[in-house]
């Protein structure tokens, strides 16, 4: 099974400052079309995960550009570049690429 | 809109079954491969089960051991977990979700089960 390893899996953090989150994972999640298959979710406390970045760096619908994903590979981050107070909770990857589908052991973001 | 709404959650024995449903509405549920994952009390995100979108192809997490079996009316929008045998480490919240090929787009709200004597 592809194991993803986040970190750091607290992070507090100052709203309006950045913050970034990392996902490495054990076997590259290249496809054959060259697309990253890693995704991004937000479980916000007392809701379901919501999907914030497909694809390695690709924005889903409504996901606010202030949010990006990048990497390649086995080396996933997810950042916030100004952060505000409804970003917190608990953000796993995913990836899609290998059954069994595997998550990240989640990063706890919270305001300091 | 798109809204998946689980059910058929509850307090169940050690050792009996339990069958999950999802409820599809707002998009053409035929055309989506379906996942089920599952989130035990203050811990992560665990996926348990796919089934294509015809239901030809399921997939199941190894840990599972052969208990659950998913599948799909996709006459009736839904898509249902069938859990058998259940212990104390099958208690979680579980969600039904809509796959797009590299995500896992819509979650549901989820449906609490709890295993316990």
């Known amino acids: 099974d592809i194991v993803l390893t986040q970190s750091p899996l607290s992070l507090p953090v100052t709203p309006g400052e950045p913050a970034s989150i990392s996902c490495r994972s054990s076997?590259?999640?290249?496809?054959?079309?060259?697309?990253?298959?890693l995704a991004w979710y937000l479980q916000k406390p007392g809701q379901s995960p919501q999907l914030l970045i497909y694809l390695g760096s690709n924005r889903a619908s409504g996901v606010p550009d202030r949010i990006s994903g990048s990497g390649s590979g086995t080396d996933f981050t997810l950042r916030i570049s100004r952060v505000e107070a409804d970003d917190v909770g608990v953000y796993y990857c995913?990836?899609?690429?290998?059954?069994?589908?595997?998550f990240g052991q989640g990063t706890k973001v919270e305001i300091k | 809109q798109v809204q998946l709404v689980e059910s058929g959650g509850g307090v169940v024995q050690p050792g009996r079954s339990l069958r999950l449903s999802c409820a599809a509405s707002?998009?053409?549920?035929?055309?989506?491969?379906m996942h089920w994952v599952r989130q035990a009390p203050g811990n992560g995100l665990e996926w348990v089960a796919a089934?294509?979108?015809?239901?030809?192809?399921?997939y199941y997490a190894d840990s599972l051991k052969g208990r659950f079996i998913v599948s799909r009316d996709n006459f009736k929008n839904t898509l249902f977990l069938q859990m058998n045998s259940l212990g104390a480490e099958d208690t979680s919240r579980y969600y039904c979700?809509?796959?797009?090929?590299?995500?896992?787009?819509?979650w549901g709200q989820g449906t609490l089960v709890t295993v316990s004597s």
């Open positions: 076997q590259s999640l290249l496809n054959s079309n060259a697309d990253n298959c």
């Open positions: 979700a809509r796959e797009t090929g590299s995500s896992l787009d819509y």
């Open positions: 089934i294509s979108f015809d239901g030809s192809d399921r």
């Open positions: 707002g998009f053409t549920f035929r055309s989506f491969a």
């Open positions: 995913m990836q899609p690429l290998h059954t069994p589908w595997t």
